[in-house]
């Protein structure tokens, strides 16, 4: 066969290779011309061969084996078993009153839904990742350009300090060099005063020295001594040379005042992209709809924990909360029902000082004492992150599955916030723009959320306020509580969480109570419901809110919206 024309060549036959294909055996898949069918039939006499002509191959349908009567093809198909099945199985009874369809037809049903999303995949689906891959791609080549840009700035930030360091190098040197020249004047002059001095006593000198060896009297008495002048000693002059008072270099400080890099990351949006699509459908907004908050909130259910002090809660669902308290356990209950589903012991045995749940349906804690964030898995308990010099406190899970962790030093002065992906550290937030702290100092109890809006929101107990910054970890405000409180006790935030509209919720320990405010922190009103000093809270996806009270041990499902 010449190969510069073998791809026009008629299609030849798969056992001799030489005469044309007139025939096709649907059971091997072999193409064949008349003279080799016979010699294939008889190659493998275990098969049925279904020979059909070329123009026909792959009409015949190959039904499948069964696997408890060997050999026997299964034509028909148990809907409720959802398996092929043969003749003898049904005869057998194993299928009996089950409904039963002929694998054609089930064939066929399923060929219609596997082109009907093919079609999906070539038309809708393909495109759509098409122009996501396109995206990405424009995006990295605008990140590209962004961070060469940046690059650029620093480099010339850098060279623009070169240059002013460069000028007041020279400028101090040339003070130096000035003071040197006037003080070195000086002391010139007063050396030379000095050396005439000297000169005059060694004249003083002589002069007596001749006087004493003559024996004219006359000269001796006309020696006049001056030696009362002479032991007038001169000033001493003792310069004060210039010194050079110099910053230390670190690089903190450096930082600061060269500039520094704001924090940046990858965000994922789940409804960042839209199917392709050529049919109009209602636009999907990212906004939820806008809810009004209730005239009077009430309060829906009641859960006893049983625990001595109830601390935190956690939504897992909307039927199912996490709670801890003052023991080692974290209990998962009912909502509806008020029943216990599951209890989790901490791995040391210590208390958990915060509880939270991922975006996953993982619940994390906090342990104080051990040092530790762990992440309970199909209830495997798994240690996510170990501190050394500082202590875990409370802890949330972000909407990208980053955990934002509050903690204190040692000696519970300074406090931060560190923002993990996994146990890698991602970012510290620790002091305002004017480089102090955020946060109070003390061993005070401090929640924390992630807003909406990507703001992390932090109650201060120590501080009497509920700090809220940026994703960047720049200051927003401060909420430092409303009067006239319902107790009129100081505001001393404990629990704290966000709702669909971005309301800010935390707990008034000693007024017995809950606060709301916006999200720029203007206050919209409290929550009482017959609250006892409320604790730890949470809302669910339809927004009512669970708060846990310490005393009373019992968890309150208020209805706040509408």
Known sequence: MDPRTSAQD???CDLCETAVVQMHCDTCLVNLCNACVGQHVISDESKKHEIVKFQSRKSTPLYPRCTTHNKQQCTMYCNQCDIPVCT??????????HRISEVLQVVEEKKNKIIK?????NETIYPTYQDIAS???NTMSQLEKEYGDLSTAI????EDWHREIDKLVKKLKAEVDEMKNTQLQTLHKHLDEINKTMSDIKDEIDSVEMAIDTNDLSKLFSVTSNVHIYTNLPQKLAPSPLKFISEKIHGEKLSKLFGALSFSSLTSDKHGYSMKTTQKSPEAGSSPPVKQLLDEPET???IDTGYGELYNVACLSDEEIWTSGNGSTMKLYSINQGSLLKSITTKSGNMPSDIAVTESGDLVYTDYYDRTVNTVKNEKIEEVIRLQDWIPRNVCSTS??????IMDSDDYKPTKVVCYSGSTEKQTIQFDDKGKSLYSSGSYSRYITENRNLDICVSD???EAVVVVNQAGKLRFRYTGHTPAPKNKPFNPLGITTDSQSHILTSDYYNHCVHIIDQDGQFLRYIDCGLSEPYGLCTDTNDNLFVAQRENRKVKKIKYMC
Not at 90 to 97: D, E, T, V
Not at 400 to 405: A, C, E, F, K, Q
């Open 10 to 12: 008629v299609m030849r």
């Open 88 to 97: 003898k199985c049904i005869a057998s009874g194993q299928h009996l009153s």
């Open 117 to 121: 999303e093919l079609t999906e995949l």
């Open 135 to 137: 995206d990405v791609q």
């Open 155 to 158: 480099t010339k930030h850098g």
């Open 300 to 302: 829906v259910a009641t």
């Open 400 to 405: 990208s599955g980053d955990l934002l962790v």
């Open 461 to 463: 107990w120590g501080a």
